[in-house]
């Protein structure tokens, strides 16, 4: 069992920036691919980017490259996401979420929500404009 904790999230204006922590615990994951996804009220759920087990390898979507940036910190069991430059479109409940089927995984970092096995509960994060 893994249980994720987010936590960072809040109200900034446009323009601004937040940095949301995925706190692991329960089960080191060191080992796995850490995703972030984020949910608007009343929208699907959408895949924002992940990173593989060493942190070698991230993927951003399109809408957020060059303005949010995937990390982590595996002695501290530890995933962040820092955004900038933030926009009122990034309004959305983030959540992070481990592949822990698949340890030291060289595949693709994939956008399927399927793919991941432990979810956190959620930060909200809403940026006015």
């Given at each position: 069992?893994?249980?994720?904790?987010?936590s960072?999230?809040?109200?900034?204006?446009a323009?601004?920036?937040?940095?949301?922590?995925?706190?692991?615990?329960?089960?080191?994951?060191?080992?796995?691919?850490?995703?972030?996804?984020?949910?608007?009220?009343?929208?699907?759920?959408?895949?924002?980017?992940?990173?593989?087990?060493?942190?070698?390898?991230?993927?951003?979507?399109?809408?957020?490259?060059?303005?949010?940036?995937?990390?982590?910190?595996?002695?501290?069991?530890?995933?962040?996401?820092?955004?900038?430059?933030?926009?009122?479109?990034?309004?959305?409940?983030?959540?992070?979420?481990?592949?822990?089927?698949?340890?030291?995984?060289?595949?693709?970092?994939?956008?399927?929500?399927?793919?991941?096995?432990?979810?956190?509960?959620?930060?909200?994060?809403?940026?006015?404009?």
């Amino acid at each position: 069992q893994v249980q994720l904790i987010e936590s960072g999230g809040g109200l900034v204006q446009a323009g601004g920036s937040l940095r949301l922590s995925c706190a692991a615990s329960g089960r080191t994951i060191s080992s796995y691919t850490m995703g972030w996804f984020r949910q608007a009220s009343g929208k699907e759920r959408e895949f924002v980017g992940a990173i593989n087990w060493s942190g070698g390898r991230t993927y951003v979507i399109d809408s957020v490259k060059g303005r949010f940036t995937i990390s982590r910190d595996n002695a501290k069991n530890t995933v962040y996401l820092q955004m900038n430059s933030l926009k009122p479109e990034d309004t959305a409940v983030y959540y992070c979420a481990v592949d822990t089927v698949n340890p030291y995984s060289t595949a693709k970092l994939t956008p399927s929500a399927a793919e991941y096995d432990y979810w956190g509960q959620g930060t909200q994060v809403t940026v006015s404009s």
